[in-house]
């Protein structure tokens, strides 16, 4: 698909839908076509920023996402209130098109990192609260929902 408009005017990208996100930017469908590299390729026109400042939010079914990685949502974070890199245990629910949970054993250079992915809430807070009732040092707290988990990338 061709972008036109805004900061990825001209841009080649993979995907499709009604709106894609790109940069943090809106595109949406259009009926027109433009040519690049000798193909037709649908135009997605940029959605101009509303009179509050920002792009209207679609529904989630009408975004196709553009990333390399795919967003993630920190929908629940607890951590046992230990600081200790052999004794601290972080756990997440993270909701992708999945619903992921994370738990990690240790501190984020040397720690363990285990994840499970589940179909539902109701099956990923299953598992969350067996890992928050395992026998562990300290107590359990949830944390702030902003906190990005962590990494399953080496390096």
């Given at each position: 698909m061709l972008l036109?408009?805004?900061p990825g005017d001209g841009q080649v990208v993979p995907g499709g839908g009604e709106t894609v996100v790109w940069h943090a930017c809106l595109y949406d469908f259009t009926s027109e076509y433009g040519r690049r590299g000798g193909r037709d390729l649908p135009v997605y026109r940029h959605r101009p920023l509303g009179w509050w400042g920002r792009h209207p939010i679609p529904t989630a079914q009408t975004?196709?996402?553009?990333?390399?990685?795919?967003?993630?949502?920190?929908?629940?974070?607890?951590?046992?209130?230990?600081?200790?890199?052999?004794?601290?245990?972080?756990?997440?629910?993270?909701?992708?098109?999945?619903?992921?949970v994370m738990a990690r054993a240790g501190d984020t250079e040397s720690g363990k990192l285990l994840r499970w992915e589940f179909g539902s809430e109701p099956e990923a807070l299953e598992m969350i609260n067996r890992l928050l009732r395992a026998d562990s040092a300290g107590q359990w707290r949830e944390q702030d929902r902003g906190t990005r988990p962590p990494t399953t990338d080496p390096g």
């Open positions: 036109r408009g805004g975004i196709e996402r553009m990333y390399d990685h795919p967003v993630q949502e920190v929908v629940q974070r607890w951590w046992n209130g230990i600081w200790g890199r052999l004794t601290r245990r972080d756990v997440w629910l993270v909701r992708e098109t999945r619903w992921t």
